[in-house]
């Protein structure tokens, strides 16, 4: 069974502060994705990373996966309370694309 | 063009109830899957169908069933409604399968309530 643990579970902070979410687990991916879901709503593309080490920046966000395609960062410079939500990574593997979600962190950032 | 649409919003239901749900893939999209998210936790899931057919199944018992239609919108159908089957049922499409990219666009999911 593949697992992805996401780290931490809960991050509360100051609008302007930085900040890493961590995707871990012991399985190889074929690609991984980040999400972010606000309440009520389903979640929303934010990247795919296919390449072990590969490094994709969107504006504030940067996400890089590991060398091994077993864990992902997401890391948010400079934090705006528009950041606030639940961020999931999600793993691709398998021969028919199962996809296997993290458990998810939930993001406040306070103005 | 429109998003992955699923409906109805929200369904409150009785255990023992059946229940069907339904999801319109984004236009030219024939992969859909089904995912169960259970509150604070991230998405699990389901089935994946492609072309009509089943070409994926999570841990879930035979009281989760789905299809696909020819017009490659789909439905979830779960049997015998237990309280834990409270949850947003989420749909995700995609326009391929079985390549190393898996990009799934996801609807805005159904709430679903089990009384």
């Known amino acids: 069974t593949q697992l992805l643990e996401q780290s931490p579970q809960f991050l509360s902070i100051q609008e302007g502060e930085n900040l890493t979410v961590y995707c871990n687990s012991s399985s190889v991916f074929s690609s991984l994705q980040w999400y972010r879901q606000e309440p009520g709503e389903g979640p929303v593309l934010l990247v795919t990373v296919v390449t072990g080490g590969e490094v994709k920046k969107l504006k504030r966000l940067t996400f890089q996966f590991g060398d091994a395609r077993k864990d992902s960062s997401l890391h948010i410079t400079a934090a705006q309370p528009g950041d606030t939500g639940l961020y999931l990574c999600?793993?691709?593997?398998?021969?028919?694309?199962?996809?296997?979600f993290g458990t998810g962190t939930k993001l406040q950032v306070i103005p | 063009d429109a998003g992955v649409t699923q409906s109805p919003t929200h369904l409150i239901k009785t255990r023992g109830q059946q229940v069907t749900l339904r999801c319109s893939p984004i236009?030219?999209?024939?992969?859909v899957s089904w995912y169960q998210q259970v509150l604070g936790q991230g998405p699990q899931f389901i089935f994946q169908y492609y072309e009509k057919e089943e070409r994926g199944r999570g841990n879930f018992p035979d009281r989760f069933s789905a299809r696909q239609f020819p017009n490659y919108s789909s439905e979830l159908n779960v049997n015998a409604l237990l309280l834990g089957d409270s949850a947003l049922y989420l749909c995700?499409?995609?326009?391929?399968?079985?390549?190393?990219?898996?990009?799934?666009?996801f609807g805005p999911g159904t709430r679903l309530t089990v009384l």
């Open positions: 995700a499409s995609s326009s391929r399968t079985g390549s190393s990219y898996n990009e799934q666009f």
């Open positions: 999600a793993g691709a593997g398998g021969g028919y694309q199962k996809v296997t």
């Open positions: 236009s030219g999209h024939k992969s």
